[in-house]
Nanobody, 113 residues
Framework: QVQLVESGGGSVQAGGSLRLSCVAS????????MGWHRQVPGKEREFVAR???????IYADSVKGRFTITTDNAKNTMYLEMNNLKVEDSAVYYC???????WGPGTQVNVSS
C-alpha cells in the first residue's frame, strides 16, 4: 500500500504558474503508473497527465504543452508543473498510484481572469 498527499494548490491569475506536489509514503515510481486528475464540483474526475513506470509521460490534449510531470526519487515526490494557466484549469487536483488504487485528498487550484 502507498499513501499520497498533494500540496501546492492556490489562487493565481490566468497566465500564471503553479507547481503541485504529490508526496508518496514510499517510492513506487518504478512500480506503477502515477497520475494527475482533476475534478470540478458537479463534474466527473478527468484525466490530466500520467507518468508510466518506464518514464513515459502522457498528457490530456487540454494541458499538453503547458503542464509537465517530473519526479524526485530522493523525496518520493511527483510534481505537476503548470504554466500558462487558464480559468478552465480551476479544479481540485488529485494524484494517484494506479497499481495501488491509491488517491491523495486533493489540492485546490483557482485561476482567475
Amino acid at each position: 500500500q502507498v499513501q499520497l498527499v498533494e500540496s501546492g494548490g492556490g489562487s493565481v491569475q490566468a497566465g500564471g504558474s503553479l507547481r503541485l506536489s504529490c508526496v508518496a509514503s514510499r517510492n513506487v515510481f518504478k512500480e506503477t503508473t502515477m497520475g494527475w486528475h482533476r475534478q470540478v464540483p458537479g463534474k466527473e474526475r478527468e484525466f490530466v497527465a500520467r507518468r508510466l513506470s518506464n518514464g513515459i509521460e502522457i498528457y490530456a490534449d487540454s494541458v499538453k504543452g503547458r503542464f509537465t510531470i517530473t519526479t524526485d526519487n530522493a523525496k518520493n515526490t511527483m510534481y505537476l508543473e503548470m504554466n500558462n494557466l487558464k480559468v478552465e484549469d480551476s479544479a481540485v487536483y488529485y494524484c494517484n498510484a494506479l497499481n495501488y488504487d491509491s488517491w491523495g485528498p486533493g489540492t485546490q487550484v483557482n485561476v482567475s481572469s
